[in-house]
């Protein structure tokens, strides 16, 4: 009996035994698992920064050629009045060609003259105008001056476009290349901090574009729907959480809350088109509409997150405030409020975070304009970083992919700083109960 009884204890020991490398197996497979998950997604993740990266970080830098230019008042003002309407009408870029053409004696015939003056983009002639309207007494003088080159001679220096594979398999001309190469050995040629990227508007000239008014559109936006949404947003999640009645009503808006905002995005921007354009007539492809349109999307998210920092608050909190005399009023405003603001501001931010990154909605209410004058106010024409992506992106020129990574890095590093913002928000503010 005694052996037959240890037999039955170690044939129980073995399946426990047996079961449990089973049991640690299948663990030990399981965070193998879960840890590559982690580090495929993470790889997915470096590689699409460094793809973004290694296209975008030289869009920060433009290629200028130096020219010796000679305002002939001949040319900008024969009259010699000095009127502001002359000298903005004047033809400035012929002095771009009368520079080149005095580095270049020796180019002759139309089409070589075309290329040669092919290589300094035409945005110069528009920075010589400027300077004449600033200071017209530069006119009569010549003025040694570094101005913007073609995007192909700027693709072209940045090793984008390969001189060596056949002239038909490229945009720019084996002359072209020659007098490149010219300019280089007189150092004429260098590249500078591209300051243009971050204050032009949108151009179709890849050279010239830059997103100084796609930002200003989008801090605009921001503007009206952090003014909009975070009172509004507090003071429903308020309502709902403290004043309310509990009935089928206020349920019904519960649900409705938290059922808009799973609602795809671009649903806003047609309510947006509908109601903000089409009944109210507010200015089409305005900051102001993209903001009422945000501020209804990110609505749902600031009361949905102002309402669970407003139950994290302790019972204790309330029954004390209501203990020494407080009226509920004085409870919730006093009290309350002010210890569930941190998770407020967080949620707040955050929405805010995701309506920076929003383009469908906005592309509904015309923010998908060309629009080359940076915005001075709410009302005027504009678009937003992530549609000024998108535009760009559908762009052939190589330089435009340039620009299009260089404005998603902008966009992210946005980003970054408001979920950055919200983190130390909650790490200084939040208590622990």
């Given at each position: 009996?005694?052996?037959?009884?240890?037999?039955?204890?170690?044939?129980?020991?073995?399946?426990?035994?047996?079961?449990?490398?089973?049991?640690?197996?299948?663990?030990?497979?399981?965070?193998?698992?879960?840890?590559?998950?982690?580090?495929?997604?993470?790889?997915?993740?470096?590689?699409?920064?460094?793809?973004?990266?290694?296209?975008?970080?030289?869009?920060?830098?433009?290629?200028?050629?130096?020219?010796?230019?000679?305002?002939d008042?001949?040319?900008?003002?024969?009259?010699?009045?000095?009127?502001?309407?002359?000298?903005?009408?004047?033809?400035?870029?012929?002095?771009?060609?009368?520079?080149?053409?005095?580095?270049?004696?020796?180019?002759?015939?139309?089409?070589?003259?075309?290329?040669?003056?092919?290589?300094?983009?035409?945005?110069?002639?528009?920075?010589?105008?400027?300077m004449?309207?600033?200071?017209p007494?530069?006119?009569?003088?010549?003025?040694?001056?570094?101005?913007?080159?073609?995007?192909?001679?700027?693709?072209?220096?940045?090793?984008?476009?390969?001189?060596?594979?056949?002239?038909?398999?490229?945009?720019?001309?084996?002359n072209?290349?020659?007098?490149?190469?010219?300019?280089?050995?007189?150092?004429?040629?260098?590249?500078?901090?591209?300051?243009?990227?971050?204050?032009s508007?949108?151009?179709?000239?890849?050279?010239?574009?830059?997103?100084?008014?796609?930002?200003?559109?989008?801090?605009?936006?921001?503007?009206?729907?952090?003014?909009?949404?975070?009172?509004?947003?507090?003071?429903?999640?308020?309502y709902?959480?403290?004043?309310?009645?509990?009935?089928?009503?206020?349920?019904?808006?519960?649900?409705?809350?938290?059922?808009?905002?799973?609602?795809?995005?671009?649903?806003?921007?047609?309510?947006?088109?509908?109601?903000?354009?089409?009944?109210?007539?507010?200015?089409?492809?305005?900051?102001v509409?993209?903001?009422?349109?945000?501020?209804?999307m990110?609505?749902?998210?600031?009361?949905?997150?102002?309402?669970?920092?407003?139950?994290?608050?302790?019972?204790?909190?309330?029954?004390?405030?209501?203990?020494?005399?407080?009226?509920?009023?004085q409870?919730v405003?006093?009290?309350?409020?002010?210890?569930?603001?941190?998770?407020?501001?967080?949620?707040?931010?955050?929405?805010?975070?995701?309506?920076?990154?929003e383009?469908?909605?906005?592309?509904?209410?015309?923010?998908?304009?060309?629009?080359?004058?940076?915005?001075?106010?709410?009302?005027?024409?504009?678009?937003?970083?992530?549609?000024?992506?998108?535009?760009?992106?559908?762009?052939?020129?190589?330089?435009?992919?340039?620009?299009?990574?260089?404005a998603?890095?902008?966009?992210?590093?946005?980003?970054?700083?408001?979920?950055?913002?919200?983190?130390?928000?909650?790490?200084?503010?939040?208590r622990?109960?």
């Amino acid at each position: 009996m005694t052996s037959a009884s240890s037999s039955s204890q170690d044939d129980v020991l073995s399946k426990v035994r047996a079961s449990l490398d089973r049991r640690y197996k299948r663990e030990r497979r399981f965070r193998l698992y879960g840890a590559a998950s982690a580090i495929l997604g993470l790889a997915f993740v470096a590689i699409l920064f460094a793809s973004i990266f290694s296209n975008g970080y030289t869009a920060f830098w433009q290629t200028h050629v130096q020219l010796d230019i000679y305002f002939d008042p001949d040319i900008i003002d024969p009259d010699g009045q000095r009127d502001p309407q002359a000298l903005s009408g004047a033809n400035y870029t012929k002095l771009v060609r009368n520079a080149m053409a005095e580095l270049f004696p020796g180019v002759s015939g139309r089409r070589d003259r075309r290329a040669l003056n092919g290589l300094v983009s035409s945005g110069a002639a528009y920075e010589l105008r400027r300077m004449v309207l600033e200071d017209p007494a530069v006119v009569g003088s010549k003025r040694t001056l570094w101005l913007a080159a073609d995007d192909e001679v700027d693709m072209l220096m940045k090793g984008y476009i390969d001189r060596n594979v056949p002239q038909s398999s490229r945009r720019i001309k084996d002359n072209q290349i020659g007098w490149i190469d010219e300019l280089v050995g007189q150092d004429r040629v260098r590249q500078q901090f591209n300051r243009g990227f971050f204050t032009s508007g949108d151009s179709r000239e890849p050279e010239l574009a830059g997103i100084g008014g796609a930002t200003k559109g989008s801090m605009y936006m921001l503007i009206v729907t952090f003014l909009l949404s975070f009172p509004l947003g507090i003071a429903a999640a308020v309502y709902l959480e403290e004043f309310a009645p509990r009935n089928r009503w206020v349920d019904l808006i519960e649900v409705n809350i938290n059922n808009l905002a799973a609602v795809p995005s671009i649903v806003f921007g047609l309510l947006g088109l509908a109601v903000f354009i089409n009944f109210f007539g507010l200015p089409r492809s305005a900051p102001v509409v993209g903001g009422l349109v945000l501020t209804l999307m990110t609505l749902p998210t600031i009361i949905i997150a102002s309402r669970a920092a407003i139950t994290a608050v302790p019972p204790s909190v309330r029954e004390a405030a209501l203990g020494v005399g407080a009226s509920h009023m004085q409870m919730v405003f006093h009290h309350v409020v002010p210890l569930a603001m941190p998770g407020m501001l967080t949620g707040a931010i955050i929405g805010m975070a995701r309506a920076l990154g929003e383009s469908a909605p906005l592309l509904m209410i015309g923010m998908i304009a060309f629009i080359v004058e940076v915005p001075g106010t709410p009302f005027d024409p504009a678009t937003a970083l992530p549609v000024q992506v998108y535009l760009w992106a559908d762009s052939p020129e190589r330089a435009f992919v340039e620009r299009t990574s260089a404005a998603i890095m902008v966009l992210l590093a946005f980003l970054l700083v408001m979920n950055a913002a919200a983190i130390w928000l909650r790490k200084k503010f939040e208590r622990r109960w």
